[in-house]
């Protein structure tokens, strides 16, 4: 099974920028859909962002649309996330997924979703005013 290492939270400024890297081993990245999720304290784990296994298409939850990108490098088996314009409501535990199959609804992919069959240990960021 795939094992999956978030890394690059921290805190951050408001207005800032973040740059998060998933590393994966174990497994076949080239064969995974992965995905970006977030969860802020008290709160449930929500979707950020996607990309398809070969990087193809991507998904962006509409709250950081606009302001993000996703991207992979199936050699280096790494996917990362930039989120610019940072905001407090960003703030958040910062996980990545990883399936073969993903299923998205209007093109979000709930962190529930029972094909998701690796998450890692989570990346913490703060985002402060």
């Known amino acids: 099974q795939v094992q999956l290492v978030e890394a690059g939270g921290g805190p951050m400024q408001e207005g800032g920028s973040l740059r998060l890297s998933c590393t994966a081993s174990g497994g076949n990245f080239s064969l995974l859909h992965m995905g970006w999720f977030r969860q802020a304290s008290g709160k449930e784990r929500e979707f950020v962002a996607a990309i398809t296994r070969s990087g193809k298409y991507t998904y962006f939850d509409r709250s950081v649309k606009g302001r993000s990108s996703i991207s992979r490098d199936n050699a280096l088996n790494m996917m990362h996330l930039q989120l610019s314009t940072l905001k407090p409501d960003d703030t958040g535990v910062y996980y990545c997924?990883?399936?073969?199959?993903?299923?998205?609804?209007?093109?979000?992919?709930?962190?529930?979703?029972?094909?998701?069959?690796?998450w890692g240990q989570g990346t913490q960021v703060t985002v402060s005013s």
């Open positions: 997924a990883a399936a073969r199959l993903m299923i998205t609804e209007s093109g979000v992919w709930s962190p529930v979703r029972p094909e998701i069959e690796a």
